[in-house]
């Protein structure tokens, strides 16, 4: 049976809790009445992320669809981290990992499309920036680099990234009058908030993910007959932009100690 209901839940972080709040979010979840459940990253550590994606599967018992996010991956590699959840979405019939999905029907007129896209260090100003995320400390391609090395990665995985969904998008606007977008970064600066304030050029390298904008703004301005949400989180602060009439984005609030359903989608 397809969704008509989906609970959205970004930056759960499970790695700081235990299992009796796992359990109780998985509770939430079932008792909310959605049909399924959409994750936009951050599900916990590298250490942790599979256990958790299973036992959030088996306790939910709907389809869970997925992307991960930057702390996915703290104390590993982006590589190794992929390698180990592609073998627990093969072995869990309900795990639905987007970015290594087709476009994906949720309804007639509605499909789900969503890929990784870290930050990308194009926003903003690179160049200038002082902040360094833990980032650039836990996850193995990024650490022990020049900023000048890391920007370079940065923008091989942002395009990585923006090339996955062009696909998947090309091939949803092509059937499909709705199209959800799950990213972890949010890909406009419009979308970078902060304490009820957008991003500052400081912070926007880290915070965003111009490329995969790109893709989106380029794709919706050529098809102004669909429609385009577009779901992510990363920056813990909530907020609405209406990047153009037919494209919109819905940044997750979060909190740290509090995995929570940011909001049920109705379809």
Same mark, same amino acid.
């Given at each position: 049976m397809k969704p008509t209901t989906v609970a959205w839940l970004t930056d759960l972080h499970l790695n700081f809790v235990g299992r009796s709040e796992i359990d109780a979010l998985c509770e939430s979840i079932r008792s909310s009445g959605a049909n399924a459940a959409l994750i936009t990253g951050d599900i916990a550590t590298a250490e &942790?992320?599979?256990?958790? =994606?299973k036992h959030l599967a088996?306790?939910?018992? %709907?389809?869970?669809?997925?992307?991960? #996010?930057? &702390?996915d991956y703290y104390g590993s590699s982006i590589q190794q981290v992929n390698f180990e959840v592609a073998g627990v979405v093969i072995s869990t019939h309900n795990l639905i990992w987007l970015s290594r999905s087709d476009v994906i029907e949720l309804t007639p007129d509605?499909?789900?499309? #969503?890929?990784? #896209? =870290?930050? +990308?260090?194009?926003? #903003?100003d690179p160049e200038g920036s002082t902040v360094m995320l833990n +980032?650039?400390?836990?996850?193995r391609e990024l650490s022990h680099l020049t900023k000048e090395s890391r920007l370079e990665v940065q923008h091989k995985l942002g395009d990585e990234a923006a090339e996955h969904l062009n696909i998947q998008v090309c091939?949803?606007? %092509?059937?499909?009058r709705n199209i959800i977008v799950a990213v972890h970064v949010p890909?406009?600066?419009e979308a970078c908030w902060h304490e009820g304030?957008?991003?500052d050029d400081n912070y926007l390298p880290h915070f965003g993910c111009r490329a995969t904008g790109d893709v989106l703004r380029r794709t919706m301005l050529a098809h102004p007959e669909v429609s385009m949400t577009v779901y992510c989180g990363h920056t813990h602060s909530g907020g609405f932009a209406e990047i153009?009439?037919?494209? %919109?984005?819905?940044?997750?609030?979060?909190?740290?100690?509090k995995p929570r359903i940011a909001d049920i989608i109705k379809l």
């Open positions: &942790h992320l599979s256990w958790c =994606l088996d306790r939910i018992q %709907k389809a869970v669809y997925f992307i991960m #996010g930057n &702390h509605t499909c789900l499309i #969503g890929c990784e #896209g =870290l930050a +990308d260090g194009r926003l #903003g +980032d650039y400390y836990n996850i091939e949803a606007v %092509k059937r499909y890909p406009f600066p304030q957008n991003t153009l009439p037919n494209l %919109k984005v819905i940044t997750g609030a979060a909190e740290y100690y």
